[in-house]
């Protein structure tokens, strides 16, 4: 029986997840509720549209000659693409014969042997950790952050190349003690490659409206510059390499 996945939207020229010009894929469902999600059309597992592995892949490898002209590929995202990993093995399986290189942009919330099946398939994780306080992680979230530690923690043992994404939201993810806390725990991970700061924007703000959801960054500002500088400071301590969008 063939697997169907759900998938939210497609997007053919990505700059910004992960190396070079990507396919996107935005998978559909999320066991996050974050405070600061600019997609919450995706939360919905049964919403979206269903492919085939066969079919998904049928888009993906339209734009191979842009993915190997600028060292690109593919890269899931969401929601939440580790709900549907079965799914996304056998889309990968077909990325990888013929030679498309995957990346996974996840929450890290789930670990299990669909998932670590995906992971032999995966050539970057971008992982968001939204804080290093377990008590303003599961305020952000609505899920503990253990999980996500966990999850880090395999990738090492994998030596899975990983890119730490960190958004920053003034009053909410801005706390420097637990910037510096992350900055530090990150020095112990040689696989990780780069620390990617994002400042915070309510560019979904009217999704949230239009879902009608309380939205409870409204009166919330954009970060400053300063405060981007300052945390991309702390970020690059031992040597990391850390870039920020603003």
């Known amino acids: 029986m063939t697997r169907l996945g759900r998938i939210h939207s497609l997007e053919s020229f990505g700059t910004v997840d992960g190396p070079g010009i990507r396919f996107v894929v935005f998978m559909q469902g999320c066991p996050l509720r974050c405070q600061f999600c600019h997609n919450p059309d995706t ?23 842009y993915m190997d002209y600028s060292g690109g590929g ?55 950790i939204k804080n ?27 030596n899975t190349a990983t890119w730490v994404r960190y958004v920053v939201v003034p009053q909410l993810t801005d706390n420097l003690d637990g910037v510096v806390k992350l900055s530090e725990h990150l020095d112990g991970y040689s696989n990780v490659k780069k620390i990617e700061l994002l400042a915070f924007h309510k560019m979904g703000e009217y999704k949230w409206k239009e879902m009608e959801i309380d939205y409870k960054l409204t009166d919330t500002k954009e970060p400053s510059k300063e405060l981007m500088d300052q945390i991309a400071a702390i970020m690059r301590t031992n040597g990391k390499i850390v870039t920020s969008n603003i």
């Not at 890290?108 to 968001?128: H, P």
């Not at 290093?132 to 994998?158: C, H, N, Q």
């Open 74 to 128: 593919v890269t899931f995202t969401g929601g939440e693409p580790l709900l549907q990993a079965e799914f996304l093995v056998e889309v990968s399986k077909l990325c990888k014969n013929k030679e498309i290189s995957v990346a996974l942009d996840t929450s890290g919330f789930i670990l299990n042997d669909s998932v670590k099946e995906l992971l032999d398939y995966t050539d970057l994780v971008l992982l968001d």
């Open 132 to 158: 290093y306080d377990p008590i303003v992680y599961k305020a952000i979230t609505g899920v503990s952050l253990s999980p996500t530690l966990k999850f880090l923690d395999y990738l090492r043992e994998k």
């Open 43 to 65: 939360w919905d597992v049964n919403g979206g549209t269903e492919y085939t592995p066969e079919a998904l892949f049928s888009e993906i490898i339209k734009y191979k000659s």
